[in-house]
């Protein structure tokens, strides 16, 4: 029997992942014999747990939050978008070192092109600065939008990402003079009980919102988006999908029917 191919997810909380049926899916389709356990470690204990689970051979790992900062700091080498937005969420050991990449800015832009999302000439709203804002960010710049805004309760930090990307696309702080036709929360809400505090004015009936975070059922973000009357409130399944296949050709060189595994999921 071939050797079983250790993988893990490292994050905070981790016990509504969906990475581990995700990526035993890919398997299942490469005929590959993994293993993959979600990882929960303590906010300043990341390191550790990472060492030792690469120390006992493990091959991969899919970091998210609170961990993305961390695990760019913990990798020996960095890819080129990992280091313009100073995280990432995969980490692979590979020829004796630990590299790390960040998927997620072109997993988001996989998901809204299979979705036939059309970017160009759009007015893009992003909430929030953490990793997974960045990352988007740095793809999205690279794409034929108008603009891109940041809602941010740190001023600070929307003038670190401006600062950053100002040679790329109009980069700027949220105006609610604007209209936009794609709204993106990369924030945590959803995951709180906490009052939704963004402006209602960032939709109208012609926004599309996307929530980087899932559930079984609507997201709190999509929700509050459709009762103010967005044409669409997508959630954060297909970009998990998608960054989680970019995640997995890294490690073994096969790219998987994310469409596939997305319908098995949306079907359970």
């Known amino acids: 029997m071939d050797e079983v191919k250790k993988f893990a997810v490292f994050g905070n909380p981790i016990s509504h992942s969906l990475s581990p049926m995700i990526h035993k899916e890919f398997a299942k389709e490469q005929k590959l014999n993994i293993q993959y356990k979600a990882i929960e470690p303590e906010s300043d204990d990341f390191e550790t747990h990472a060492q030792s689970f690469f120390s006992k051979k493990g091959i991969g790992a899919n970091v998210t939050i609170p961990f993305k900062d961390q695990a760019y700091n913990f990798a020996d080498e960095k890819d080129e978008v990992s280091a313009i937005c100073q995280c990432s969420n995969t980490l692979w050991y590979d020829d004796g070192k630990i590299k790390a990449f960040n998927t997620d800015g072109q997993g988001f832009i996989n998901d809204l092109k299979k979705k036939n999302i059309i970017m160009r000439d759009m007015k893009i709203l992003i909430l929030g600065t953490g990793g997974s804002a960045r990352s988007i960010i740095n793809t999205l710049s690279s794409e034929d939008v108008k603009s891109i805004s940041i809602l941010s309760r740190s001023q600070d930090n929307v003038d670190k990402i401006i600062g950053k990307f100002d040679k790329r696309k109009k980069i700027s702080h949220y ?20 009052e939704i505090p963004f402006p ?28 103010r009357g967005a044409s669409q409130a997508l959630d954060g399944i297909g970009m998990l999908i998608n960054q989680a296949a970019l995640s997995y050709e890294i490690w073994n060189k096969f790219s998987p029917d994310t469409e596939r595994v997305e319908q098995l999921i949306r079907s359970l």
């Open 175 to 194: 105006s609610d003079s604007d209209s936009y036709g794609l709204v993106i929360n990369t924030t945590p809400i959803s995951m709180t009980n906490s």
């Open 200 to 227: 209602e004015s960032i939709i109208n009936n012609n926004t599309i919102s996307y929530d980087l975070f899932y559930s079984r059922k609507q997201t709190r973000f999509q929700e509050w988006s459709l009762n």
